[in-house]
């Protein structure tokens, strides 16, 4: 099949985000389409985070392209497209509306509806879901502006820097945001000692960061 | 490096941003003073409930294809080249496919009922000669290859269920075609 065929090469197409805008600028569609590929999970899933409504994510993901193909003459990426990318995402999805007549649901239960839930015992499941409840309550209870800091950083994996770029301010910044985040979530978990999250639970471990894997799948199971 | 620094950059310690010598550094302090340790399991605690909290989101994808962007921008969806030519043949092998099966259609005996030059597998048992009516006419041929390419007149061809084209390019998941079609 073309389109499937298509659609695998320009997942992987290996030119930079610099030259596929360049590529798309001069009207290479493929070129844009491999850059969609390239971020539309991410954008859906931070769109999702914000709003908790799967279609309204899904129209922030079109909307944020729609905006960098009207922007591709004046984008100058200098590495990696996804800071632009996102910080328009941000807003979309910030400035978005509710619609009418959706119940806007938690993260976690609407999570619940979009994820398929892997092979678990029971147990570890209600464990894990109740973990996921109380701190995914935890980080609503924050401002948005320490909100996405969290959401950027444990759910997209961007670096402090990168979020930095994306919010629009300077690194120390986002580091005393995210510092901040942490010890309230850390209060609300205090709260909740059945999750075993008492203090000395959990020992630092050493070595490389403890958030978050590097890359992000492209291609899931319900595709 | 005081407590204060210490404090200061426990978060990028859990960030995975602090370097070799930055994070030996931290580590020697923390055995030193239990105060600094207590804080940075706090907080390493709640990072790595965050990074929990998020996993099943985190490999979530969306079925969402490029073409929803041209669509919501009323931009022309662009055909690659190889796509382009079989799309053309397509078309005049439809073309020809008409005048030839019209053509017989007026040649031939009008309560004879055509066979589909083009059988579609999942098609065979919609496609029925008893189901034409005698009023079949080139009309409804016409109709017959450009809707369903089985379904003798439109009457039996609910929008809804019918088929596409099995060259339909721009949509090639049912997530798509739900996209598409939105």
């Known amino acids: ?223 | 490096m005081g407590c204060a620094q210490v404090r200061e950059r426990i978060t990028v310690l859990l960030a995975g941003e602090a370097g070799r010598r930055e994070r030996l550094e931290i580590e020697s302090h923390l055995r030193r003073c239990g105060r600094c340790a207590e804080a940075m399991s706090d907080l390493a605690s709640a990072s790595i409930a965050l990074d929990r909290a998020y996993a099943p989101l985190r490999a979530t994808t969306v079925a969402l294809s490029p073409a929803r962007v041209r669509l919501a921008m009323r931009l022309p969806q662009p055909v690659p080249t190889g796509v382009r030519v079989s799309r053309l043949t397509s078309r005049l092998t439809e073309l020809a496919l008409a005048a030839a099966v019209t053509a017989f259609a007026f040649a031939g005996s009008a309560s004879v009922a055509p066979k589909p030059a083009i059988v579609d597998e999942n098609a065979v048992e919609t496609f029925s000669p008893t189901r034409v009516s005698p009023s079949f006419d080139d009309e409804n041929f016409i109709r017959w290859i450009r809707i369903g390419r089985y379904a003798a007149s439109a009457d039996l061809v609910d929008p809804a269920v019918a088929p596409r084209h099995a060259d339909d390019e721009a949509a090639d998941t049912p997530h798509e075609r739900a996209g598409l079609a939105r």
């Open chain 1, 1 to 223: 099949m073309t389109g499937r065929a298509a659609k695998r090469a320009s997942a992987e197409d290996a030119r930079t985000d610099r030259e596929l805008v360049y590529a798309a600028r001069a009207g290479d569609g493929l070129a844009f389409d491999a850059l969609f590929y390239r971020y539309k999970d991410g954008i859906f899933r931070l769109g999702f985070a914000i709003t908790k409504d799967p279609a309204a994510a899904e129209e922030i993901v079109v909307d944020t392209f729609a905006r960098a193909h009207r922007a591709l003459a004046r984008l100058e990426p200098e590495d990696s497209l996804r800071p632009w990318l996102y910080r328009v995402a941000v807003n979309l999805s910030y400035n978005r509306r509710p619609r009418k007549n959706v119940i806007v649901s938690t993260l976690e239960d609407a999570t619940d509806e979009i994820v398929e839930s892997g092979e678990r015992s029971p147990s570890s499941l209600a464990e894990l879901a109740e973990l996921r409840r109380v701190v995914l309550a935890a980080v609503d209870t924050l401002g948005p502006k320490h909100r996405i800091v969290v959401v950027l950083h444990y759910l997209n994996g961007l670096n402090l820097a990168e979020i930095a770029q994306v919010v629009d301010c300077p690194v120390g910044t986002v580091k005393s945001r995210l510092h901040y985040a942490l010890l309230r979530l850390r209060a609300h978990l205090s709260a909740h000692p059945e999750l075993g999250f008492e203090p000395g639970a959990a020992l630092p471990a050493t070595s490389g960061r403890m958030a978050l894997p590097a890359v992000e799948p492209l291609r899931g199971p319900k595709e």
